[in-house]
């Protein structure tokens, strides 16, 4: 490795995964690579159904087995390939070094727990993976089993803060159902970040809410990078939203990647049909001069995969090759990788 290189938090290498169903095996993933680096944040962008939320699940080790199948590929988590650990080995790292936070945070937030319980579970989680790292290392030692309730009542209120709640002080004794949707969704990425991970995945966070509200999380999140050492993998269905906060953007079509890059590279010289597709969905101009332009046809059936290209049924620019002959991930100039004929 160059001196000026930096090693990355996450590499995922050749990663396939299938759902093994009644009605034939489904490729969700399908030979994906990615890389993210400390304080990056990587948006995974494209249609329901491509595949990004399969591959954040995997990553955390969240998939159920079956139907789930890992095929083949790794995902190597700061030199360790997660994919090949015990399941309780895996636990030491999920919710702790790698948090997620979901698309609706009322799944997620018990109902009948007040907020500050809820935070205080979090807070214990960690303490727990410290201990046991401490306790089982070269010079193993014990730590204190209790925490004072004054203490914690305080580590409550610092990760309220550390999200930007209001009046933290009464929002703990505040049950999900009171608080609106931004506010939940604030307790929920605290509730991450409480573990200090080293990778956030965020599965689209902002879905449920309003556009006011989705930017002052999205500048939130992109905000508490540096603030807790973290590095983000976004996963959203919506190109407008990853302009705003991602480094990287890695575009998703039916469980493979055909097009990643710097996200000023990619949003000025999108190279992928399916890319300039999803740009051109986006509204721009007056109301006059909008005219928004859809992507003709849909999403292939997983379970019958042309041979070629899996976007040539809806491609204008297809071609006898496109139809016969997969095209790979090639770089076209810097970091800016594209699957498509035209650029190779």
């Known amino acids: 490795m160059r001196a000026t290189e930096v090693a990355s938090v996450l590499n995922v290498d050749g990663l396939s995964i299938a759902y093994e169903l009644k009605t034939g095996a489904v490729r969700a993933v399908d030979n994906v690579s990615m890389s993210i680096k400390p304080h990056e944040l990587v948006a995974a962008v494209g249609e329901s159904g491509c595949g990004k ?6 990553i955390i080790g969240l998939l159920p087995s079956p139907p789930a199948k890992y095929v083949a590929g790794e995902v190597d988590f700061n030199g ?16 702790t070094e790698i948090s997620m936070i979901f698309q609706e945070p009322m799944t997620s937030l018990n109902p009948v727990f007040r907020i500050g319980n809820q935070i205080e579970e979090a807070l214990k989680l960690r303490e727990s993976r410290d201990k046991a790292s401490v306790t089982s290392g070269p010079n193993p030692r014990e730590l204190p089993s209790r925490t004072r309730k004054n203490d914690r009542k305080k580590q409550i209120i610092d990760v309220l803060n ?23 969704q604030r307790v929920m990425i605290g509730m991450a970040l409480a573990q200090k991970p080293s990778l956030l995945i965020a599965d689209e966070p902002t879905t449920a809410l309003d556009v006011t509200t989705q930017a002052q999380v999205l500048k939130l ?9 973290t590095s983000i993998l976004l996963i959203t269905h919506d190109l407008a939203v990853a302009s705003q906060v991602a480094d990287k953007i890695a575009v998703m079509y039916a469980g493979q990647i055909v097009e990643d890059g710097e996200v000023l590279d990619l949003f000025s010289h999108p190279l992928h049909p399916y890319t300039q597709g999803l740009l051109a969905c986006i509204p721009s101009g007056s109301k006059e001069e909008m005219k928004l332009k859809p992507i003709q046809g849909s999403a292939p059936d997983l ?11 809806r491609c204008p620019y297809v071609t006898k090759r496109c139809e016969a002959t997969k095209p790979e991930l090639m770089i076209k100039e810097g970091s800016h990788r594209v699957a498509c004929y035209l650029h190779q």
């Open 162 to 184: 550390l999200v930007r709640i209001p009046d933290p002080e009464r929002v703990v004794d505040r049950y999900p159902f009171e608080l609106s949707g931004g506010m939940r």
């Open 303 to 313: 379970r019958n995969i042309p041979p070629g290209c899996k976007f040539a049924p």
């Open 221 to 229: 999140m992109r905000g508490l990078m540096e603030e807790v050492d």
């Open 53 to 58: 939320t399969t591959l954040g699940l995997s």
């Open 80 to 95: 360790r390939n997660l994919l090949s650990l015990a399941p309780e080995e895996m636990r030491l790292y999920r919710g």
